[in-house]
């Protein structure tokens, strides 16, 4: 991919933070809810992600449904602990090439489903790097939970471009996921680059 572009959005997940879904589902399974992230099982707990997802719940509504439906005395910071426990790091070279992007003028863009329970942990502990904070990294935010749509629904494409007017030829989107790759390229015609890997997307800068 020898094209420059001026705008780039990135994915959170698997894309600049590393996950650790095994370390959750053990996480939780120690509360007691193991079966519980089971949509199988659980078609409720699925819900639950969801509506937390889409910024339809908060993160103190969750606990208690949580509570209720599992009926187990747990505490709202043994909740959060267990959902963070999937998020392991932001290497400092990823954090080291958004800072180099942006001063290269290019337009840096976040992109992600995601819950505040993730995010608050994203913001105080994998972003800071050497005096900077998540504000230094990209020109604006785009989170599942603040714009009440999430990715592969073509909206939320489409709402990208409508708030910050980026040209959708100049544009390169990095995800993990095919869905999410396939909508934002039949949606708004981003370039994109779908990271199968963690590391792949650094062969790109």
């Known amino acids: 991919m020898n094209k420059e572009y001026s705008n780039i959005i990135f994915d959170l997940g698997d894309v600049l933070v590393r996950l650790d879904s095994d370390g959750c589902m053990k996480a939780f399974a120690a509360l007691g809810l193991g079966e519980f992230l089971d949509a199988a099982k659980h078609p409720e ?5 969801h509506n937390l997802g889409l910024g339809l719940i908060s993160t103190s509504q969750f606990c208690n449904a ?4 599992s009926g187990l005395p747990i505490t709202d910071r043994q909740i959060v602990d267990a959902a963070n426990a999937m998020l392991v790091e932001i290497p400092d070279r990823k954090k080291e090439i958004l800072l180099r992007l942006r001063k290269e003028g290019k337009k840096v863009f976040l992109l992600s489903n995601t819950i505040d329970i ?6 105080a502990n994998l972003f800071p790097y050497d005096g900077h904070g998540v504000d230094d990294y990209f020109d604006r935010l785009f989170l599942s939970q603040r714009m009440h749509l999430e990715k592969p629904d073509p909206e939320i494409y489409k709402e990208v471009v409508r ?3 980026i040209n959708p030829a100049d544009t390169l989107y990095i995800d993990d996921l095919p869905d999410n790759c396939a909508s934002a390229r039949q949606t708004v015609g981003w370039t994109v680059f779908r990271n199968e890997h963690f590391d792949d997307w650094l062969q790109l800068f």
């Open 45 to 49: 707990g699925h819900e639950l992600m």
């Open 66 to 69: 949580i509570r209720s439906l």
């Open 118 to 123: 993730h995010w608050d942990y994203c913001v």
């Open 163 to 165: 708030q910050t007017g």
